[in-house]
């Protein structure tokens, strides 16, 4: 499977991701971050059932706050 992560090429050796496993294979921890596929906002509680596909577009931003 091909999809665009942050504006990069990734592939994967899958056919179907869910956000929860994409999130454990690139080692994302972050406390407070929003997830993207195609412009779609993906609410936290959806995360072990919003599935990537192949040509998907996927965008990880890390929230950063300050004082």
């Known amino acids: 499977m091909k999809i665009t992560l942050n ?7 899958c056919e179907t991701l869910t956000v929860s496993q994409l999130l454990e294979i690139k080692n994302f921890t972050f406390k407070m971050i929003v997830i993207k596929i195609n412009g779609n906002l993906i609410k936290k509680g959806t995360y ?3 599935v990537i596909k192949n040509n998907d577009n996927v965008n990880v931003i890390h929230l950063i706050s300050g004082g």
């Open 48 to 50: 072990e059932t919003a």
């Open 7 to 13: 504006n990069r090429n990734e592939n994967f050796d």
